[in-house]
């Protein structure tokens, strides 16, 4: 009996358990603000951190149905050194522009129920 409630279980919860890959149209971009924060360091108040904060628009397509192109526009770099979160962050003009044509490369991925987050940028 036991058997039978969990092989119905598992396939009840395969059933419901699916990937849902992105639904974009083909015609269309769509922009998204994106930002990220990465810091090293012990993440206590008033310890000493380091890092770097990345702004940028995000442009997503669909060039096919499973293909999509992802690229960064307008990328901008903080830098951060010093205690945490007191000191603030610092704009990274050098870094921004020596790393703008490496970050501003498309990037394809693809999608499908059973493969996820293949990525392809040209070099």
């Known amino acids: 009996m036991r058997a039978v409630v969990l092989a119905l279980t598992v396939a009840l ?3 419901y358990s699916t990937f849902s890959v992105p639904e974009f ?3 269309k971009t769509y922009v998204y603000k994106y930002e990220a924060l990465l810091l090293g360091g012990l993440p206590h ?3 000493a951190r380091a890092g770097i904060k990345v702004s940028s628009k995000v442009l997503l397509s669909a060039v096919t149905e ?3 192109l992802m690229k960064l526009m307008d990328p901008l770099l903080h830098e951060y050194a010093g ?3 007191k000191d603030p962050f610092v704009t990274a003009t050098k870094l921004t522009s ?3 044509a490496q970050l501003q490369i498309p990037i394809k991925t693809l999608a499908w129920h059973t493969l996820r987050g293949v ?3 040209q070099r």
């Open 119 to 121: 990525l392809n940028a």
């Open 98 to 100: 020596a790393l703008a």
């Open 25 to 27: 149209a083909l015609d």
């Open 83 to 85: 205690i945490w979160p």
């Open 13 to 15: 919860v395969e059933k």
């Open 45 to 47: 108040e008033g310890l």
């Open 66 to 68: 499973h293909t999509f």
